[in-house]
């Protein structure tokens, strides 16, 4: 396609998707844009055009038939390292976004993405595209496969902590992992472990709020026989069983001032000493540290080194709590549901609209961990192939429900609006409930969506141009208009 005089002023981009709608979006949104454009449907093809007449970008397809995404960006790191490219899929996991980080590619979006998403990152990629080859130097872990255990989401907050999985799994960096007891801290430590350079070494954990802190020193260095009472043998601790592997420090933030001058201590000169001893133990060990506590604060009421906290953020990665994520807890359930079945020796039982109704309901205080452990339970009490709300615990069939109808909750509010309009509107009355209730349900989703109408309307089921008429109908602001090129039409969102 011609984009105009001005196309290629700011450079090549190679776009590779099997789905020609998007193609020719995404070809318009970007020769617009001012970049020269060349739209391919297959993986193959990506990569001859790139060797014919070079990218400063690509942007890149996971499922696509013949050579996938996957493959296509392990040849472009062989054959173009120095050129970014930028991964599209509609399947966001965490394998999927850490194998593409690790392959080399500068970013990934789930579809749908917003073009003002996708063209932000383009301009972002292109003012680092020096990165590109660094990235490369991945792609040799591409074909590690692995269960991440209860590590599953399609959020944005999850693909971030995705990316950030595989962004630092390769090096040594000290990374800081914060977030509510339940959240999946350990599963995040596990997975930059199964990432890095030290698959196949230790991995060892060490709870510091389970050890009772008189024991917690001898615990991480280990002691000499007799070095205090009941010391019958020498013993190693964890920094000495954890060299040349990981090191995961859990609730950090409850170690004693003492201890604390000791870790900084091994972290920077990379030598312990048991309790009792006098020799300086090298090790090698990486450590990521986790806690459900705010350490800054704590620095700031000096209940926690301030060297040893710099020491230890180098890198943070914050997990959010379920409850800001509940578009998850359904992939979540049917994770939890094939892993609790498979250990029973049994398929993985349905769960009914109205249970999963009342699982989408309920706040989740204990978050992933609170959830797996009802998942679990409600596979042992259904007897059937299907989960009932009798099989959930009674805190969750009692959370938010009037009543066992799904919309229950909504009865009360809706006999007290009726009280309040009266006789009035008799012969309008359902239009003006339902006009009611829609202002709230879209402003609600939008705020959700962080006022993107693409994502908005695919929550919704409904289209983008209906969602931004009701917009201007209902008087809602704060929605991010779509992008509209020189004849005024909007774009289409790729999906």
Aim: charged letters at 25%; hydrophobic letters at 45%; glycine letters at 10%.
């Amino acid at each position: 396609m011609s984009g105009g005089a001005e196309a290629g002023r700011k450079g090549r981009v190679v776009v590779a998707d099997d789905e020609e709608s998007v193609r020719w979006t995404l070809t318009r949104a970007l020769e617009r844009e001012g970049y020269a454009v060349e739209a391919v449907g297959d993986g193959e093809a990506a990569v001859a055009a790139v060797a014919a007449g070079g990218a400063d970008l690509v942007l890149l397809d996971i499922q696509m038939p013949g050579l996938d995404g996957l493959a296509t960006l392990s040849r472009l790191a062989e054959e173009a390292p120095a050129t970014p490219v930028l991964v599209m899929t509609a399947y966001g996991s965490l394998q999927t976004a850490v194998e593409a980080m690790k392959g080399g590619a500068f970013d990934y979006l789930a579809k749908p993405f917003d073009l003002e998403e996708l063209l932000l990152a383009v301009r972002r990629a292109l003012e680092v595209r020096s990165l590109a080859s660094e990235h490369s130097q991945l792609k040799a872990a591409l074909a590690d496969r692995r269960d991440f255990g209860g590590l599953v989401g399609v959020s944005q907050a999850m693909q971030r902590v995705f990316k950030l999985v595989g962004t630092v799994a390769s090096s040594d960096v000290t990374v800081l992992i914060q977030g509510e007891t339940g959240t999946g801290k350990e599963l995040v430590a596990r997975a930059i472990h199964l990432h890095s350079r030290r698959l196949g070494r230790p991995f060892v954990p060490v709870n510091c709020a389970a050890v009772p802190k008189d024991l917690l020193e001898s615990e991480l260095f280990g002691h000499e026989r007799g070095a205090f009472t009941g010391a019958v043998a020498t013993r190693r601790g964890k920094f000495e069983l954890a060299h040349s592997g990981t090191l995961f420090l859990d609730e950090v933030g409850e170690m004693d001032a003492a201890l604390q001058t000791k870790i900084l201590r091994a972290l920077q000169e990379r030598v312990t000493e048991r309790v009792g001893g006098e020799q300086a133990i090298p090790v090698d060990v990486r450590v990521l540290a986790a806690t459900n506590q705010d350490l800054a604060a704590a620095v700031r009421e000096r209940r926690f080194r301030e060297d040893l906290f710099y020491r230890l953020n180098v890198v943070t990665i914050d997990l959010p709590p379920l409850r800001e994520r509940m578009e998850d807890v359904p992939f979540l359930v049917a994770h939890f549901l094939r892993a609790a079945a498979e250990e029973a020796g049994r398929e993985p039982p349905e769960v009914s609209p109205h249970a999963m109704d009342l699982l989408l309901a309920y706040r989740w205080p204990g978050n992933v961990r609170e959830l797996e452990n009802v998942i679990e339970r409600a596979t042992v009490f259904a007897r059937g192939a299907v989960i009932l709300p009798e099989h959930l615990p009674e805190t969750l069939r009692g959370h938010g429900t009037e009543g066992r109808e799904p919309g229950a909750p909504l009865a009360q509010p809706l006999r007290g609006l009726l009280a309040a309009l009266g006789e009035g509107r008799d012969g309008q009355l359902h239009e003006h409930v339902l006009a009611l209730v829609e202002k709230p349900l879209l402003e609600a989703v939008l705020a959700r969506c962080g006022g993107n109408q693409v994502r908005a309307a695919t929550i919704l089921g409904i289209n983008r141009n209906t969602l931004r008429k009701k917009m201007r109908a209902l008087g809602i602001e704060g929605g991010r208009e779509p992008r509209k090129g020189r004849d005024g039409d909007p774009d289409a969102s790729p999906s």
